[in-house]
């Protein structure tokens, strides 16, 4: 795997969203019981209330198939006997994008919306980026809903709509050059496409083994796969905008 640094795209304006976005989930993960591991020790109690946590505001996807919410789980019941709480399904496919279950999910999550967002606020503009960004975290929940209707593990974290912003940075801007370390050491100057392509081979070949892992590879190839799309939707509009625009001199 190759772990970007800085990807060399210019872009014409400040990326407010971007750097927004990267806030919240920070100030959101400190106020959550999930930082509680960083200065104290990791407790039945503390784990008892991630685990309540992650129920009430995670997406599951049993509940966002039933559009209903779900009893927890016996052993949760049995464990923990969390507080009762009233949920909406499909709210929480938008609150999961905010939460992040330690600080290594968090660090890895807001280095490539970082690196790779700048270039696509810049492309699409400010409040059009933020609600593709959405979408594209919509679109991995309900995804990977689709493909595991049964599942009664909450979806948190912030990479289905930041996988969504790699499809798009790829099909926007495919030549341009990346900064990464490669095997976690290595830096080295490569094509985006080389960072990103490797990015969707490794959730593929992840999906494809089967193996067991609390990371939701499915949710990131329906984010990436809708940031492809939205992609070539804006490489389109604009040709077709240039396009218009060289007729208008002639």
């Not at 689709?146 to 912030?158: F, H, T």
């Not at 804006?234 to 007729?247: F, P, Q, T």
Request: charged share 10%; glycine share 8%; proline share 6%.
């Amino acid at each position: 795997m190759a772990l970007p640094l800085y990807d060399n795209q210019p872009t014409r304006r400040a990326p407010v969203v971007t750097y927004l976005l990267i806030a919240v989930n920070v100030i959101v993960f400190l106020l959550s019981p999930m930082a509680g591991a960083v200065w104290t020790q990791d407790t039945q109690a503390r784990k008892c209330e991630q685990t309540a946590f992650s129920f009430h505001y995670g997406a599951v996807p049993k509940e966002l198939i039933s559009n209903a919410q779900q009893p927890l789980p016996g052993e949760v019941l049995a464990e923990c006997r969390p507080r009762p709480y009233e949920k909406t399904p499909w709210l929480s496919a938008l609150t999961s994008m905010f939460l992040h279950a330690n600080w290594l999910h968090l660090l890895g999550n807001m280095v490539y919306l970082f690196v790779f967002g700048q270039a696509t606020e810049d492309r699409l503009g400010r409040l059009p980026y933020l609600i593709f960004y959405l979408i594209c975290g919509y679109v991995a929940a309900y995804g990977f809903a689709i493909a595991y209707p049964d599942s009664s593990v909450p979806l948190i974290g912030a990479s289905g709509a930041i996988a969504g912003v790699l499809g798009s940075h790829l099909i926007m801007y495919p030549r341009s050059r990346t900064i990464a370390l490669v095997l976690s050491v290595l830096p080295f100057r490569l094509p985006a496409w080389v960072v990103l392509g490797q990015f969707f081979i490794f959730q593929w070949l992840a999906v494809a083994s089967q193996q067991e892992s609390g990371t939701a590879y499915v949710a990131h190839i329906f984010g990436f796969v809708a940031g492809l799309g939205f992609g070539l939707l804006s490489r389109h509009s604009r040709a077709g905008r240039r396009a218009a625009a060289l007729a208008g001199w002639r």
